[in-house]
């Protein structure tokens, strides 16, 4: 069973940034194309960014493109969403997700595994 942990939100001020990490525990991530999502209060799950098996394929909302970067070291097991330039409206719980098909996508019907989501509040 394929269990992700998220970590490195918090709060900061607009404009500032944080680095999210997607760690799994009893299982690898090599064979799993990876999702970021966002759920603010009041709001449906949103896809933020995806990455492919090797990494070589990435994929981001047009409301953080060229903000956020989202990258993979299959060696240390883990998928980072790095987040710059922070806006207010990136406040939400994010969460990572898993989709063995190893296909990825913004969608979350494509993934079976999540975790439990951390944090993300940005100060104006």
């Known amino acids: 069973q394929l269990q992700l942990v998220e970590s490195g939100g918090g709060l900061v001020h607009a404009g500032g940034s944080l680095r999210l990490s997607c760690a799994t525990s009893?299982?690898?991530?090599?064979?799993?194309?990876i999702g970021w999502f966002r759920q603010a209060p009041g709001k449906e799950r949103e896809g933020v960014s995806c990455?492919?098996?090797?990494?070589?394929?990435?994929d981001y909302a047009d409301s953080v493109k060229g903000r956020f970067t989202i990258s993979r070291d299959n060696v240390k097991n883990t998928v980072y969403l790095q987040m710059n330039s922070l806006k207010p409206e990136d406040t939400a719980i994010y969460y990572c997700?898993?989709?063995?098909?190893?296909?990825?996508?913004?969608?979350?019907?494509?993934?079976?595994?999540w975790g439990q989501g951390t944090q993300v509040t940005v100060s104006s």
């Open positions: 009893g299982a690898t991530l090599h064979h799993h194309a």
């Open positions: 990455i492919s098996v090797n990494g070589g394929s990435t």
């Open positions: 997700a898993a989709d063995p098909r190893g296909w990825g996508s913004l969608s979350p019907y494509q993934y079976d595994y």
